[in-house]
Nanobody
């Protein structure tokens, strides 16, 4: 079992930045690929970014590519999402998730993730 706790959300003006953190506890953190997803009101949860267990591979949704950066610190059992140039359409609850399956081709698939955090709200005002 892995417990995930997100933090760092808040209210920011368009063009601003935030850094989300996701602290993991339980099983060995470095065994898991990690991802960030988001869900806006009335919409399905969507993939944002993923990082491999080692941090050597990353992948982003087209909508955030070039603005968001995912990283991890296995010594601190934490994964981060740095969000720059935020837009109102980035407003959502952001979730981190952990996956045992290491097949990189499935990183955007919600069902491939085994554990989820409770989410943190990000609101971008125009």
């Amino acid at each position: 079992q892995v417990q995930l706790v997100e933090s760092g959300g808040g209210l920011v003006q368009a063009g601003g930045s935030l850094r989300l953190s996701c602290a993991a506890s339980g099983r060995t953190f470095s065994n898991y690929g990690m991802g960030w997803f988001r869900q806006a009101p009335g919409k399905d949860r969507e993939f944002v970014a993923a990082i491999s267990w080692s941090g050597g591979s990353t992948y982003y949704a087209d909508s955030v590519k070039g603005r968001f950066t995912i990283s991890r610190d296995n010594a601190k059992n934490t994964v981060y999402l740095r969000m720059n140039s935020l837009k109102p359409e980035d407003t959502a609850v952001y979730y981190c998730a952990a996956r045992v399956d290491q097949r990189w081709g499935l990183v955007t698939t919600l069902s491939s993730y085994n554990y989820w955090g409770q989410g943190t709200q990000v609101t971008v005002s125009s």
